[in-house]
């Protein structure tokens, strides 16, 4: 029984050391087949991702630049250039035109495309910040 256990004891690990080996050259061929695949699955992974991020941007970006315009639209139409303009009609019709609402209704009138540009401009670049433009 000792015999044995010292012949054991006594064997020639090469026989192990090759099947080690030979095992790890298939481990090594295996992650050199699979990581091109799992790199190609990770790249489409972040495409999607990449691309829903981006379509979210570009909604965002959309809205900031048609509140913008809707919102030069209201201010500088609407209220800086066809109200006053309203109300100076009104006045002359009625007979109560003054020379200070003549003058307070022209400065309305030009300003309001200046107005009405920078309300817009500032949509504009609301939009390019959000889609990310700087970036690309």
């Not at 192990?16 to 091109?36: D, G, L, V």
């Not at 500088?76 to 035109?97: D, N, Q, R, S």
Request: net charge positive; aromatic share 8%; with cysteine.
């Amino acid at each position: 029984m000792k015999e044995q256990i010292q012949d054991g004891l006594n064997c020639d690990f090469s026989d192990i050391q090759e099947s080690f080996k030979e095992k790890h050259e298939q481990m090594k061929e295996n992650i050199k087949e699979n990581i091109p695949a799992n790199v190609q699955e990770n790249i489409e992974q972040f495409k999607v991702k990449r691309t829903s991020r981006q379509y979210a941007r570009m909604m965002a970006g959309g809205m900031c630049s048609l509140i913008g315009t809707l919102l030069a639209i209201y201010v500088a139409g609407w209220l800086m250039l066809l109200v006053p303009i309203k109300e100076a009609f009104t006045a002359f019709m009625v007979g109560a035109l003054t020379k200070k609402m003549v003058i307070t209704t022209a400065i309305k009138c030009a300003l309001s495309l200046t107005t009405g540009g920078a309300i817009w401009c500032g949509g504009y670049i609301l939009n390019r910040k959000c889609i990310g433009y700087e970036e690309a």
